[in-house]
């Protein structure tokens, strides 16, 4: 095996992103042997475009709003974290100068002082200096009761956050929380200077012509079409080695993968390529294509501010309701099952649409430990206000799975 292909094998989608944005810069291809020696002589000289295939547009480009996985590969380009997760698992100093840990002096004994140093040579794109300040603008930023912040998990335990020079910031944490370096690797810095003067930071100017540190800069955007994004000739970390970064968006799979064959696309990102296409693409002339294991967690959550899933027993119904053996298959094997899929405890796929049953008989079904009453094909119903589910716009349950449930309510609970 190659040691580019080893680079992606056993990542998830989200680091598959970040390796497609570290790959360019040259933070990750800087340790492949051969590309190594090919750019050893011309150092930090950007030359050439790498064009990356989404099926989905990204449209989020504050990376603190809330937004789906595609515009992470934006973000991965465009911004810098305080460290990041490398390949191999391992924790890499970004911003910051040395990855705080217990041993250096950066995270006490008991999980509650942080002290991070940070480097004195990072710059925006503007030109602007990073410093201290910035990492408490992120940190307060992202529990600010006013801006939609997408993730507070975390960082809502941070405490007494001090700038105690340019280049350091210590913090206390409220209660040891042991996910909280991993979530900081994936935390990006943002802009004091600029983001910080925003009355409004959902809607300021930065958010659809974002500034970081990384090794791309924002170019322009045409809707629909593709995100244009230019070398950073002063990045501080290794590359990048591309002059010209395009994110290119492809609603289409097959026209995606036509576009892979013909050149027009030169990284299939984090759609791929699909089954149907392997046999062909593996013999195409001058492209790589590799079968890689993946761990990715499909899932659905519900809206917890909507009253119907307030009560467990329906979210509970709703979850014993799926055909997970038949998702499973369509989500994760796509052709056919095998021993490497593995099971999920809930899918993306919407719950319920098929010709050999009515929705609102299963709907009535499910709702029936909810507390309500009333008459239906399934047996009593109590008659309440509580609002019932609407209807999806797909599904992939068994008919039989909905016919043994509508049977026997009782086997909601019962069922394991």
Same mark, same amino acid.
């Given at each position: 095996?190659?040691?580019?292909?080893?680079?992606?094998?056993?990542?998830?989608?989200?680091?598959?992103?970040?390796?497609?944005?570290?790959?360019?810069?040259?933070?990750?291809?800087?340790?492949?042997?051969?590309?190594?020696?090919?750019?050893?002589?011309?150092?930090?000289?950007?030359?050439?475009?790498?064009?990356?295939?989404?099926?989905?547009?990204?449209?989020?480009?504050?990376?603190?709003?809330?937004?789906?996985?595609?515009?992470?590969?934006?973000?991965?380009?465009?911004?810098?974290?305080?460290?990041?997760?490398?390949? %191999?698992?391992?924790?890499?100093?970004?911003?910051?100068?040395?990855?705080?840990?217990?041993?250096?002096?950066?995270?006490?004994?008991?999980?509650?002082?942080?002290?991070?140093?940070?480097?004195?040579?990072? @710059?925006?794109?503007?030109?602007?200096?990073?410093?201290?300040?910035?990492? %408490?603008?992120?940190?307060?930023?992202?529990?600010?009761?006013?801006?939609?912040?997408?993730? @507070? =998990?975390?960082?809502?335990?941070?405490?007494?956050?001090?700038?105690?020079?340019?280049?350091?910031?210590?913090?206390?944490?409220? %209660?040891?929380? $042991?996910?909280?370096?991993?979530?900081?690797?994936?935390?990006?810095?943002?802009?004091?200077?600029?983001?910080?003067?925003?009355?409004?930071?959902?809607?300021?100017?930065?958010?659809?012509?974002?500034?970081?540190?990384?090794?791309?800069?924002?170019?322009?955007?045409?809707?629909?079409?593709?995100?244009?994004?230019?070398?950073?000739?002063?990045?501080?970390?290794?590359?990048?080695?591309?002059?010209?970064?395009?994110?290119?968006?492809?609603?289409?799979?097959?026209?995606?993968?036509?576009?892979?064959? =013909?050149?027009?696309?030169?990284?299939?990102?984090?759609?791929?390529?699909?089954?149907?296409?392997?046999?062909?693409?593996?013999?195409?002339?001058? @492209?790589?294509?590799?079968?890689?294991?993946?761990?990715?967690?499909?899932?659905?959550?519900?809206?917890?501010?909507?009253?119907?899933?307030?009560?467990?027993?329906?979210?509970?119904?709703?979850?014993?309701?799926?055909? %997970?053996?038949?998702?499973?298959?369509?989500?994760?094997?796509?052709?056919?099952?095998? $021993?490497?899929?593995?099971?999920?405890?809930?899918?993306?796929?919407?719950?319920?649409?098929?010709?050999?049953?009515?929705?609102?008989?299963?709907?009535?079904?499910?709702?029936?430990? $909810?507390?309500?009453?009333?008459?239906? $094909?399934?047996?009593?119903?109590?008659?309440?206000?509580?609002?019932?589910?609407?209807?999806?716009?797909?599904?992939?349950?068994?008919?039989?799975?909905?016919?043994?449930?509508?049977?026997?309510?009782?086997?909601?609970?019962?069922?394991?």
């Amino acid at each position: 095996m190659s040691d580019t292909k080893q680079l992606f094998m056993n990542t998830t989608r989200r680091q598959a992103l970040s390796l497609l944005a570290l790959g360019a810069s040259g933070v990750v291809l800087s340790g492949v042997p051969s590309l190594s020696r090919a750019f050893a002589q011309d150092t930090k000289k950007a030359r050439g475009q790498l064009t990356i295939g989404f099926s989905q547009e990204p449209t989020v480009f504050n990376p603190h709003m809330i937004h789906i996985e595609v515009d992470e590969g934006i973000h991965f380009s465009i911004f810098d974290p305080l460290f990041y997760v490398d390949e %191999k698992g391992a924790f890499v100093a970004a911003l910051a100068a040395e990855v705080p840990t217990v041993e250096n002096g950066g995270i006490s004994a008991d999980g509650l002082s942080w002290k991070v140093k940070l480097r004195d040579d990072v @710059k925006w794109h503007d030109g602007k200096p990073f410093t201290a300040e910035d990492v %408490k603008f992120t940190l307060e930023l992202l529990v600010d009761p006013n801006f939609r912040s997408w993730r @507070k =998990t975390g960082h809502e335990y941070v405490r007494d956050l001090t700038v105690v020079s340019p280049t350091e910031i210590t913090w206390k944490m409220e %209660k040891p929380f $042991a996910p909280y370096p991993s979530i900081l690797a994936s935390t990006f810095i943002t802009p004091k200077h600029i983001l910080g003067a925003a009355a409004d930071k959902n809607t300021a100017p930065f958010n659809n012509a974002p500034v970081g540190t990384g090794p791309f800069k924002w170019k322009e955007r045409v809707a629909g079409d593709y995100i244009l994004l230019e070398a950073n000739a002063d990045y501080f970390g290794a590359g990048p080695y591309i002059e010209r970064l395009i994110y290119k968006y492809v609603p289409d799979l097959n026209v995606m993968y036509t576009q892979f064959k =013909t050149g027009d696309i030169d990284v299939v990102g984090l759609q791929w390529i699909t089954p149907d296409h392997y046999e062909e693409a593996k013999a195409l002339e001058g @492209k790589v294509v590799t079968v890689v294991p993946g761990s990715t967690v499909e899932s659905f959550t519900f809206n917890m501010e909507r009253p119907q899933f307030k009560d467990p027993k329906v979210r509970e119904a709703l979850y014993h309701a799926i055909d %997970k053996q038949s998702t499973r298959f369509i989500t994760v094997c796509r052709r056919r099952p095998r $021993a490497t899929c593995r099971s999920s405890p809930s899918t993306t796929i919407p719950i319920c649409r098929s010709t050999n049953f009515r929705w609102k008989r299963l709907r009535s079904c499910l709702m029936m430990q $909810a507390g309500n009453r009333g008459r239906t $094909a399934c047996g009593p119903r109590m008659a309440s206000s509580l609002p019932l589910p609407a209807r999806p716009p797909q599904a992939t349950i068994s008919a039989n799975r909905c016919s043994n449930i509508c049977s026997n309510p009782s086997r909601i609970s019962a069922l394991t």
